[in-house]
């Protein structure tokens, strides 16, 4: 469905009933990442999965999209859709950084956070440079030039040879990206601040994923967010890049449906 905003329109996927669980994807994805979830877990929890500004289904607005601006959107989705409980709130990578900052900002709308494939820092100087080098790639040369310089490292090494189907399927998500919408995000995870002084404050239950091959976001990141964050628990997946819920979705899954069964009782 689209969702009105004042100053933009999203686009959200809903299925299920049951604990609320926020899906927000990472960047250049959509909702179709959590395809595997919206399946499966749309059977135990109310799954809610939008498309951030300018990604898939959503039309770009102007940017930087900052990481506040993201969550306050997603906030703003589940007023909308009159969700009245406090939410489970899994991030993945980027939707990891937009995970932080609703944390900081909505903090009684989240019953318990999942962590995926993510990191609590901000951008050291190289990778700030970075970020406008990847900017100006793809101003000049379009979304596809970025594509082609993440696809080969965005799952794990070993995941290429055994699934081209996946491979193909993860790219034509990504190439659902509008050029603004790229720029904009890139613009938005640059000026991210630190989340490192957030994790001593998380009170809520967490669960941290990451993949052991993960070749952007290293797994010490979530050994680092785990030493961090009282009571959290780290499920490492292991045959998984940077997108474990899609190259490993049963474990994935049964992660998830373990975390959320003991929010339960
Ligand atoms: C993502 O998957 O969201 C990005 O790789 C995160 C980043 O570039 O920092």
Known sequence: ?????PDTQLYVEESGSGKPLLLIHGFPFNHEIWRPQIDILSSSARVIAPDLRGHGGSPPSPGPYTMDL???????ILDILGVQEPVIVCGL????YVTFAFYRRHPSLVAGIILTSTRAKDDPPEVKANRDKTAALAEESGVQAVIANMLPIIMAPQTYPADPELVNRVKHIMEQTS???MVSALKGMKVRPDSSPTLDSISVPSLIIHGADDQIIPLSEAEAMH????????????DSGHLPNLEQPELFNQAVNVFLSSLKS
Do not use: W, Y
Request: charged share 25%.
């Open 1 to 5: 469905m689209i969702i009105d905003l």
């Open 70 to 76: 993201l969550a306050d959107d997603c906030a703003k």
């Open 93 to 96: 990578s980027m939707g990891g």
């Open 179 to 181: 050029l603004e919408g």
């Open 227 to 238: 030493g961090s964050i009282q009571h959290s628990r780290l499920e490492t997946i292991q």
